[in-house]
């Protein structure tokens, strides 16, 4: 049982003037609600989509409350959940703090009786962060010590991670030559020992045709790692490039496969409509076109979350080769940084969605490439990693992103800012340092078993909102506060149907 596990769903504002009745009336109007949207949608594309529906019927379902009441979030009341949560509160004597109430509720019980059983006290007083900025803090790091880091990680190191095999076998690995190392990394399943497996591998002519085939016995490591480094993929898979807001990866992306001789087609996509793209990128109409002078598509308004609702991406199940997403995020909110639990969970929902959405599109063995910075506090590296696990999609490895043959390209904000300046060359980008910036690798691995309910993290309630004082809430109180409530709680569930406020 992981230490600090996260429901697939979220645990019920408790605690907050929620009668139980209200609570169920809510819970049934979130299920009920928008099934239109859904009948939309293929029913083999559903599960593909079905984090994003729930998600978006809650806010819904909300929004829609009388007095701003909050809705139950998927589950009535866990009676274990709210008296431990209750119990930490009191010995942190933060019980009238809605915020920490707030990250507290996204825990399991198991969770939370770890959390009551330490000595961890988080500081009340501290100069800049509130409690509940500081307690999620120290949750995402227990988190993260069960995942294997944010750095470069090579095919080996990740291998050792996901099945605990021992240094002995671990360095045996290491030793392999290209072909027998792919073999093991292909084979194993944990049914039988690695040795065995290794055995089994040695003396192959040959492991696979194509490209992966090439350079059979050279050191293993190194090869696999040059591989994802030079981007030599399949040439005749299609390649979808998400949330490319001035599309210059895109470009880069079609000369790089051009001078490979990649047959496979290009679609790319931006999040933007085309007329804020021209106001933020005034040379965005010449960048289209020399991709089209590549034979690549160029989609725009997509939201990476909910490709089985957009009508563009029919008939295009399982086409995708490859799939890249450099540096994604959800958009800053004024007044709060990214890391503060009242935001970051729109950040978190992104990546899982993100990998349950392209399920369906993806083919079999194909390849994902996620650009991150390792120290992101929005999305943070375990938020990619665990996105992905969730969605069977295996980790490769893990390379530093000035390595990646396709490192080189226009950055961007992504958002207004880029209308008045971007990030120049060298230039760190919010102040992160380049050398933390990674290409988090991974394969597609279905198993053909149907999958778990997507993770997702609600948001805090429109009440919970209103009893806090987080970010820009502090200090306000009447008309004011109810104003700047409404304006935030608006924001998400434009989000979350997928506009985009930026």
């Known amino acids: 049982m992981?230490?600090?596990?996260?429901?697939d769903g979220v645990a019920p504002a408790d605690g907050l003037e929620d009668p139980d009745e209200l609570a169920m009336q809510n819970m049934m109007a979130a299920e009920a609600g928008d099934e239109g949207e859904e009948e939309e949608v293929e029913?083999?594309?559903?599960?593909?989509?079905s984090g994003s529906m729930k998600?978006?019927?809650?806010?819904?379902?909300?929004a829609s409350t009388e007095n701003g009441g909050p809705a139950k979030k998927l589950k009535v009341a866990d009676g274990e959940v709210k008296t431990l949560v209750q119990r930490i509160l009191m010995k942190w004597g933060l019980i009238q703090d809605t915020g920490v109430r707030y990250v507290l509720q996204q825990l399991p019980a198991n969770s939370l009786q770890l959390v009551l059983g330490s000595n961890y006290m988080p500081d009340r007083n501290h100069m800049t962060k509130t409690p509940a900025d500081i307690v999620n803090g120290y949750i995402l790091q227990v988190k993260e010590r069960e995942f294997p880091g944010g750095g470069p990680l090579d095919s080996v190191s990740i291998f050792k991670y996901q099945w605990k095999i021992t240094e002995q076998e671990t360095q045996m690995m290491r030793k392999l030559a290209h072909k027998e190392l792919r073999y093991v990394l292909a084979t194993h399943d944990g049914t039988r020992p690695v040795a065995e497996i290794i055995e089994e591998a040695s003396g192959l002519a040959s492991y696979e045709e194509g490209a992966a085939g090439a350079a059979p016995d050279g050191p293993?490591?190194?090869?696999?790692?040059?591989f994802l480094r030079l981007e030599l993929i399949d040439p005749l898979g299609d390649a979808?490039?998400?949330g490319d807001a001035n599309l210059t990866f895109s470009v880069r992306l079609a000369e790089h496969r051009k001078a490979l001789g990649h047959v496979g087609r290009i679609v790319a996509t931006t999040f933007e409509q085309l007329p804020t793209l021209r106001e933020r990128y005034p040379e965005i109409d010449r960048t289209i076109h020399i991709l089209e002078e590549h034979y690549a598509e160029v989609w725009h308004e997509v939201d990476c979350t909910r490709l089985a609702v957009n009508d563009k991406f029919k008939g295009h199940e399982e086409t995708f080769g490859a799939v890249y997403y450099n540096y994604p995020?959800?958009?800053a909110v004024r007044g709060f940084f990214d890391g503060h639990p009242f935001v970051r969970w729109r950040h978190e929902n992104l990546m899982h969605l993100f990998f349950r959405a392209l399920t369906k599109f993806v083919k079999p063995g194909g390849s994902v490439k996620v650009a991150s910075n390792m120290g992101a506090v929005g999305v943070r590296?375990?938020?990619i990693i665990g996105g992905a696990k969730n969605s069977e999609f295996r980790h490769i490895e893990t390379v530093p992103f000035t390595e990646w043959i396709l490192h080189r390209y226009g950055r961007s904000y992504g958002d207004r800012r880029d209308a008045r300046k971007r990030p120049g060359s060298g230039e760190n980008y919010n102040a992160q340092?380049?050398?933390?910036?990674?290409?988090y690798s991974f394969m597609y691995c279905p198993t053909g078993e149907k999958l778990e309910p997507p993770h997702f993290t609600c948001p805090p309630s429109r009440l919970e909102l209103q009893n806090s004082n987080e970010g820009p809430l502090k200090g306000l109180v009447g008309p004011m506060k109810n104003n700047a409530v409404s304006e935030l709680y608006e924001r998400f569930v434009s989000e979350v149907k997928g506009v985009h406020v930026g």
């Open 2 to 7: 992981e230490p600090f596990g996260a429901f």
């Open 43 to 49: 029913e083999h594309l559903k599960d593909s989509i």
């Open 55 to 62: 998600l978006k019927r809650l806010l819904e379902s909300e």
């Open 220 to 226: 293993g490591p190194t090869t696999i790692g040059r």
């Open 240 to 242: 979808l490039v998400l």
């Open 329 to 331: 995020h959800s958009g």
């Open 381 to 383: 590296y375990s938020d």
């Open 433 to 439: 340092k380049a050398a933390a910036d990674m290409v």
